[in-house]
């Protein structure tokens, strides 16, 4: 009984957590893959599908905070991360081409 108990424990609890810090993980990974001038589909099939988009971008171009001249974003995608407070955003200018790409840990 006390080993099925650990193994209920295992599954109900350490599961979960699991799949949350892979999820998360694999995120990271792909966002890392994400390169200057990407094109939006080719950002999305390497990201997935976004948590959200937006036709405004919320802060100036920059790329991982290095700020990039005379570049307009039109739109970016961002992707959440699950049980925690921080997300990733990536924009893109007229042309769908990424332009900004930025990660966010609120504290």
């Not at 810090?21 to 094109?39: C, D, E, P, R, T």
Request: overall charge neutral.
């Amino acid at each position: 009984m006390r080993r099925f108990l650990r193994t209920l424990f295992a599954v109900v609890v350490i599961g979960p957590v699991l799949l949350v810090a892979l999820k998360n993980h694999s995120s990271a990974i792909a966002f890392q893959s994400v390169s200057k001038g990407m094109g939006k589909a080719e950002v999305l099939s390497i990201m997935g599908s976004p948590d959200a988009e937006s036709t405004v971008c919320m802060n100036a171009a920059i790329w991982l905070d290095e700020p990039i001249d005379n570049q307009e974003c039109t739109r970016e995608v961002r992707y959440s991360a699950l049980l925690m407070p921080e997300f990733r955003t990536v924009g893109f200018d007229a042309r769908d081409r990424a332009i900004l790409k930025y990660h966010f840990i609120s504290p």
